[in-house]
Every structure is written in C-alpha cells, then in structure tokens.
C-alpha cells in the first residue's frame, strides 16, 4: 500500500504560480512513476504529467507544456508540479498517482493504470 498526500494548492490570480507537493509513505516510492492528473467541475479527470522512478523522464499534455514542471526527490518520497504562468482553465482539483507498471517509462496518460490515488488539493485561478 501507498498512501499519498497532495498539499499547496491555493487561489491565485493569472500569471501567478503554485507549486503543488504529494508526499507519498508505504511501499518504496522509488518502485513506482508518479503522474499528476486533474478535475475540473463537470469534467473528465484529465491527465497533467509524469515522471518516471528515477526522474529522469518526464512528460506533459500539450496545455501545459512550457509551463508545469514535474519533478520528485525519491529521498524524500515527494512529487512536485511547479506550475507557472497559471490561467484561469487551470482551475481544477489535483490529484497525484503512483503506479508500478512500466515504471521506467512516463507518458501514461490513462488513470486506470495508476495504482494509487491522493485526496486531491484545489487550484483555483481568478481571472
């Protein structure tokens, strides 16, 4: 089992920044990729980003490419999404994830491969 524990959300204004935590406890975080997904009211759990085990490989939807960064410090067990230049279509409710498969490799977009979820953490951007 993997717990997840997302943390620094917030409201901003557009153009501002956040920068989103999930600290994960349990199995050995390294022995999982990390992706951040987000729900807007009224709207499909989208995926955001992810990052492999090691860091080292990361991938974006085209939305936020350029202006999110995905990034995690297996020492101490978190995952990190840096978002900057926020806009208000940003709002949403963000959740991270841990899955086991394919580890190594990021671009996994569909949710139902993660294993594990966080209770999500709010994001609102005022216009």
């Known amino acids: 089992q993997v717990q997840l524990v997302e943390s620094g959300g917030g409201l901003v204004q557009a153009g501002g920044s956040l920068r989103l935590s999930c600290a994960a406890s349990g199995r050995t975080f390294s022995s999982y990729a990390m992706g951040w997904f987000r729900q807007a009211p009224g709207k499909e759990r989208e995926f955001v980003a992810d990052?492999?085990?090691?860091?080292?490989?990361?991938f974006y939807t085209d939305s936020v490419k350029g202006r999110f960064t995905i990034s995690r410090d297996n020492a101490k067990n978190t995952v990190y999404l840096q978002m900057d230049s926020l806009k208000p279509e940003d709002t949403a409710v963000y959740y991270c994830?841990?899955?086991?498969?394919?580890?190594?490799?990021?671009?996994?977009?569909?949710?139902?491969?993660?294993?594990?979820w966080g209770q999500g953490t709010q994001v609102t951007v005022s216009s």
């Open positions: 990052v492999n085990w090691s860091g080292y490989s990361t």
């Open positions: 994830a841990a899955r086991s498969r394919n580890r190594n490799v990021p671009q996994e977009t569909r949710y139902y491969m993660y294993d594990y």
